[in-house]
């Protein structure tokens, strides 16, 4: 059976795209933080995407970054309040024509005033007004973050469809860590986007436990070179990333990773070299997992041998590079298979696995991915062409998602937190 996966989940605004140009009409909300400079950066990512950015910032946000500032930024007048431009009904029409409104940051005072539906100012009122995804990301000092009245408002603005991120963990205005920071702006927009796509950020996997391996692994010559490969770690992160807006408790066990990859927010990183500590990681955490997901592309091979100091060119040296012997590393999506049919691990833990596939003349990479699926007893595959520059460190993303009960969900080429989205929307309904 194939599934074709609706890119839409949430009702599509009522109205069409603005004059301007051929991008979205994006509504950058800015509320009063001292990361309100951060949201200079988010203007720009959705400016240089090409949409049509409007600010609208709090009173209190003017007291950290000017008006002249977001007007520069986004090429369009900035007011806070609702009686500017009053003949242009400007408290109906910005939240109206919205196709997305982010709010970064959101303070604890702008959460408790969108959750009582106020309409006080400009932003407050845009909000009320909108029919398009509300995505907050909040930041602000620990303590405020977990009050309970907080806490509270955020579950009633998520029970209604708001989109309230997970504040990072780190360095916040003073010297204080915790969770509370706002993420990097390019995660927010990256998330934003996502919730714009359909991407859910339901709570629908709270209380679950999810470990995910994600980049490459580095098989070691000796201390200064390594066997490895292209994995970037990002279809990983980003389905890390979403599992822990979706209220799972997640664990990365990360490879080698792109150096501009964040921390997603509310996730917890292992970091691993070879596959060999992979493996030990993978064992370490599995039997606690509801969900694994093994995203992370493992070396099957390692030098047999690794010179403990640098091989310097020489005779000796140069005869061990020029022929390097490999041997077999432990398959760890097939040993946490073979577990759980032994009992080792509990038995309703759900599976899942990557597969990278070029294809042949003779065997098309989705046949490849089948006997894959069966071959490696998981519940699901994921698989993906590869070559030619396709997935490798690409923001994008597509393939074909095999259950072992024969099912097959086309996920049509997406951003990698969309198609994480996809995916996960597949392989909750199996976890008990
Ligand atoms: N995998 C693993 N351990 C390995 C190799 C792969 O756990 N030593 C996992 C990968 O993380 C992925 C899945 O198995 O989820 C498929 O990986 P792939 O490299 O396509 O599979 P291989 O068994 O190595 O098959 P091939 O011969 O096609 O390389």
Not at 289 to 303: C, E, G, K, W
Request: charged share 20%; proline share 4%.
């Amino acid at each position: 059976m194939r599934i074709a996966i609706n890119a839409h989940n949430h009702t599509p605004p009522s109205h069409t795209a603005t004059t301007l140009g051929s991008g979205r009409n994006i509504v950058v909300g800015v509320a009063g933080g001292i990361a309100a400079y951060k949201a200079c950066h988010l203007i720009r990512d959705f400016k240089e995407a090409g949409d049509i950015v409007r600010v609208v910032p709090t009173e209190a946000a003017l007291q950290f970054v000017g008006k002249a500032t977001f007007e520069a930024l986004s090429g369009n007048p900035v007011s806070t309040t609702v009686f500017d431009a009053v003949d242009e009904v400007r408290h109906v029409h910005v939240g109206q024509q919205a196709d997305l409104i982010v709010v970064a940051p959101a303070t604890a005072d702008l959460i408790a005033r969108v959750t009582h539906g106020r309409a006080d100012d400009l932003l407050a009122a845009t909000i009320l007004m909108a029919t398009c995804p509300v995505v907050l990301a909040p930041a602000m000092h620990t303590e405020m973050w977990e009050n309970k009245a907080t806490q509270a408002n955020v579950d009633i603005l998520r029970s209604r469809g708001i989109v309230v991120l997970e504040p990072a963990h780190g360095r916040l205005t003073g010297t204080d860590t915790g969770p509370g920071r706002l993420p990097e702006p390019s995660q927010i927009a990256t998330l934003a986007r996502a919730a714009m796509e359909g991407v859910l950020f339901d709570r629908s996997l709270e209380g679950k436990k999810i470990l995910i391996t994600a980049g490459g692994t580095r098989e070691a010559l000796d201390p200064v070179r390594f066997l490895g490969n292209h994995s970037s770690g990002r279809q990983g992160f980003a389905l890390a990333e979403i599992a822990a807006h979706r209220g799972a408790e997640v664990t990365i066990i990360a490879g080698s990773i792109d150096n501009d990859l964040h921390t997603p927010s509310g996730a917890r990183i292992i970091n691993v070299s070879s596959a060999r500590e992979m493996y030990t990681e993978v064992h370490r955490h599995v039997s606690e997992s509801d969900l694994v997901i093994m995203a992370a592309a493992v070396a099957d091979f390692r030098p047999a041998h690794q010179a403990e100091s640098k091989m310097k060119k020489g005779s000796e040296a140069q005869q061990a590079l020029e022929r390097i012997e490999l041997i077999e590393n432990p398959d760890i999506l097939r040993a946490i298979t073979t577990a759980r049919a032994t009992g080792e691990i509990p038995s309703d833990l759900v599976v899942v696995g990557f597969a990278a596939e070029t294809g042949d003349e003779n065997t098309s990479a989705l046949e490849f991915a089948r006997i894959k699926l069966t071959k490696k007893d998981a519940d699901f595959l994921m698989c993906n062409e590869v070559g030619e520059g396709k997935v490798f460190g690409q923001p994008k993303n597509s393939g074909f998602l095999l259950s072992r009960t024969g099912e097959i969900t086309e996920i049509e080429t997406a951003d990698k937190h969309v198609v994480a989205g996809r995916i996960l929307d597949v392989v909750t309904q199996k976890i008990r």
